[in-house]
Every structure is written in C-alpha cells, then in structure tokens.
C-alpha cells in the first residue's frame, strides 16, 4: 500500500546533512528579516539594570531549589528514557538456526530495532526540520545498531565451536564500520520503506490480512518488510488475539497461505499452537525446486497439496483473500494511506478492512431480509 509520501524524499546521509544545512540557513535568514541588525546575543531587557539582574538572581536560586527538591523525579525520568535504548538480545542458537553467517545476525537486529520503534512509535512530526533530525538520528542508530551485531558475531566466532567441537576459522574480510551511516530514510513519512511489488518498487508498506472463508477479515496488521517470509506465525498470534477479545476460544484448524509464507520454524510453531498449515514450498513460477529443498517437510508438503483434500483445500485460498485486496484497492480505490508512521497506517489499515467487514455485513443483512 502506498505512503502518503514519495519515493524522491529518500535521503542518504550527505544528502540529509545538506538538506538539515539548507534548514539551518532558512531559519537563519528569516530570524534576519525580523530583528534586523541585531546580533541575536543582546541581553534581554529586563537584564540590563542592576534591578533587573537581581531579581533574576533571586529567580534563579528559587529554581535550583525546586529543581533540588525534584531531584528524585528526574532521575526517575531519565531512567524512563534510557529504558527506551534498543538493547539487543542475539540468541546464537536462534540466529544460526535460521541463517548461516554475518547476515543472519545483522537481519536478526534490523529486526529488533524494528520491533523497538513499532513499540515506541510517536507520530511523525508536521515540522520538516524536526523530521529531517529525526531521520538523522535514526540513520546513526541504524549505524550503531548494526555495530553491536558485528561485534556479537565476531565475539561468537572467537569463542564457540562447532557442533563437532572445532573452532570457527578467522574471516578473511573482517568487518569495517562505514565512517557515515548506510542506507537512506524518506524524510516525510520515516517509517515507511521502498517495498517491492510484483510490477516493481513503491514507497509504502507490506499490508497484510487473515481472512476466513467468508471473505471477513478476522486481523489486520502492517509491516515493514517487502517480503510475506516470517510473516506466518504473527499473523496466526494476531488472528488468535482478535478471536479471544470476542470471546472465541476455538483454534483455527488450518491456515493457508501462498509460497511467500514458507518458514519452516514458524511452520513448526504455527502447527505446536494447534493450527494445521497448507503453504506451497515452491513458487508457481519454479518448474523445480529450489537446491535442498527436498525430502522432510517440503516432501510432505508437496504430497499433501498433491492429494485430493489438501490440493482442495488450498485451492479455496485465492477465491477467500485475492478478492478482500482487490475490493479494496481497485472497487473502493484505497490504495494510499493517508496518514504517516507506522503506527498512524496501522490504524487506518485496520479501520480500512473493518469498513469492509461492515459492508460483507450489511450485504449480508440485505440477502437475507430479500430471502
């Protein structure tokens, strides 16, 4: 789904440092226009007697001591706000399990740091200067963050050992921090990303939906990612948690989804909470499978689809969800947010697909009052 924001407000790091310069200069100049002459560095006026300094002396000694006395306060506050620093936590035994290498631990804190802004999420500012800081900070926590996950897989080849009880080899092409930090960040909406479509590239977000067999959205949620991997099990916790606020405490029994869900582990935990899956390993356009994916759970999963029921099963999936997406995009055209941030989308998003469910209702209501 689009961002209310476009792909040419994608800044790098100089570019930003330029644009936050441009800024500085603007505020600069206008200050000019509207004191003139004046330097800026003036003594008020209220400074500028021996009355007046005393009295602000007073005023002064007064604040010190009503700050002394709400000392504890701050501390408390300050220590409010260093809780909300991304702490990382890098389970080897986890990351090595899904991914081999440097990159399984750099995806695994791109993905914490994610989570930690979702959780604190404020509204992204109407002030440009603001949200160009803003972006600048994010870029440099970007830097640091990724940092912190070399440094933890670096520390891990230097002091574990392979399953067979050898030590890890010294890499060949040690890391090197970038002096300026990578990437670039959309100073409009920061939040959102450049996510890949099936035709190509869109300054947006990943919508995405749990649909039952009537078409009724049962949860809603947005991600950043352009990719459905890793998106399985939560939208079946998120499916879960909106069907117990209404009182429902039945499992869903099965869970089908196209090939961009394929994730073995969350397979396994999506099936642990009770909830069969029928997700394809192989995309429709492959004529083979991919190279390992053969034998174990693919095999099983290629010969459940194979068969009567299962093939049956999953044949329902398109007729379900494909038209909740096109009834929304293309019939009701809502194809663009409105608001900016995560968290602002979330909420649209998910107002977005209960009017829907309103209007399956009130169709719904209509048939059965002409029946």
């Avoid at 100073?187 to 300054?203: A, E, F, G, I």
């Avoid at 405490?249 to 642990?272: C, F, K, L, M, R």
């Amino acid at each position: 789904m689009h961002a209310n924001a476009s792909h040419h407000s994608n800044l790098d790091y100089e570019q930003l440092a330029r644009e936050i310069l441009k800024e500085a200069a603007d505020v600069d100049a206008a200050e000019d226009e509207l004191y003139g002459e004046a330097r800026g560095d003036e003594l008020p006026e209220h400074l500028q007697t021996r009355e007046g300094r005393a009295a602000a002396l007073r005023e002064a000694k007064e604040k010190l001591a009503r700050e002394r006395e709400g000392r504890e306060n701050t501390k408390a506050e300050a220590a409010e706000a260093h809780s909300h620093e991304v702490e990382l936590a890098l389970d080897p035994e986890v990351i090595i399990a899904r991914t081999q290498g440097r990159e399984g631990w750099l995806r695994e804190a791109r993905h914490q740091l994610d989570e930690h802004r979702r959780l604190a999420a404020q509204p992204i500012p109407r002030s440009r200067a603001e949200r160009l800081l803003q972006a600048e900070q994010r870029l440099q926590e970007n830097l640091r963050v990724e940092r912190e996950a070399n440094d933890a897989y670096e520390h891990h080849r230097a002091t574990a050992v392979t399953k067979d009880g050898r030590r890890f080899g010294a890499r060949p092409n040690p890391y090197v921090a970038p002096e300026v930090p990578p990437g670039k960040i959309n100073v409009t909406d920061l939040d959102s990303r450049n996510v890949k479509t099936p035709r190509s590239y869109t300054q947006g977000y990943n919508v995405q939906a749990v649909v039952n067999e009537h078409q009724i959205v049962v949860a809603a949620e947005v991600t950043l990612s352009s990719p459905d991997f890793g998106q399985l099990e939560p939208m079946i916790k998120a499916t879960q948690r909106e069907l117990r606020q209404i009182g429902v405490s039945d499992t869903p029994g099965v869970a089908v989804a196209d090939s961009g869900y394929w994730h073995e582990q969350q397979i396994e935990q999506v099936v642990n909470m009770g909830t069969q899956v029928l997700i394809p390993p192989d995309a429709g356009k492959r004529d083979t499978p991919r190279r390992g994916w053969d034998g174990g759970r693919y095999a099983f999963m290629r010969t459940v689809l194979a068969g009567e029921f299962g093939g049956g099963l999953y044949r329902r999936r398109k007729a379900m969800v494909e038209p909740v997406f096109a009834q929304t995009k293309h019939n009701r055209r809502i194809n663009q947010f409105q608001r900016r941030g995560r968290s602002a989308a979330r909420s649209e998003w998910r107002l977005i697909t209960a009017t829907h469910n309103l209007m399956k209702l009130h169709k719904h209501h209509l048939a059965a009052q002409a029946a």
